[in-house]
Each structure stands twice: as structure tokens, then as C-alpha cells.
């Protein structure tokens, strides 16, 4: 056949390298990572946004009480837990123990106070 159409087995310089690599599937698994997210509903969104509020606040008042820096340049951490203040019977309880726990703080006693109240405000509302 003259003329006519060969087929050949060579392949054009255009693809010679083009070539298909398959993986296993165990391969694939071991290089991704996943990771889970949660979702809320709205109204749980708003209660963590509420908390998260007042536990930012919290932490910035404590701050203020306890504004000088000790030897290790760090100020003195207080930890207060939220959870457990609401877990007390009732707000004499709950003033007494924030009392005690705060009592050296470097701020005069007014500001303590202040401070107390304005922490059993705010965890009434969560």
C-alpha cells in the first residue's frame, strides 16, 4: 500500500515522557490529613460567644488586680473558675469565696469589690 496510511508503534517527541503513575490507596490515606470541625447551632453559638465574653473579661480584670510584675517578670495568676463559682449555692457563698481567693490582690478593696459584683453580674447571665 502505497501511499496509504501506517500505523506505527513510535510514538511523537511531544508525549515520549507523558506516562501514568498510579498510587495505592493506603499511600493516599497516610499524606492527607483530616481534621473534624463541629458545628453549632445558632443559639449554642451565642452561648459560647456569651461565655467566651465573660471569660475574656475575667481574665482582663484579673490582670488589672494583680498589675505588678513579681522577680520572674510574670504577675501573679489567679485562676478562677466560672464553673465553679456557679456551681456555689448562692451569691454569699459565691462573694465570700471570691474574698478569700482575691484577697491579695494589689488593687484597693473597693476595686475587689467592685470587681466581685460585677463578676456575679455576669455569671448570672450565663
Known sequence: MEGGGVLTAERSPARANLHVAF?????VKERREKFLTAKY????MSLIRKRLAVEM???DELQKLYETVNETGKGREVDVDIDEILD???DDVRRSFLQELLADAKKPPHDVKKFINDLLEK???L
Not at 498510587?23 to 499511600?27: I, P
Not at 447551632?41 to 449554642?44: A, K, R, T, V
Open 88 to 90: 456555689m449555692d448562692n
Open 57 to 59: 473579661w475575667l481574665f
Open 41 to 44: 447551632g445558632s443559639h449554642q
Open 123 to 125: 455569671a448570672k447571665t
Open 23 to 27: 498510587t495505592e490507596k493506603g499511600e
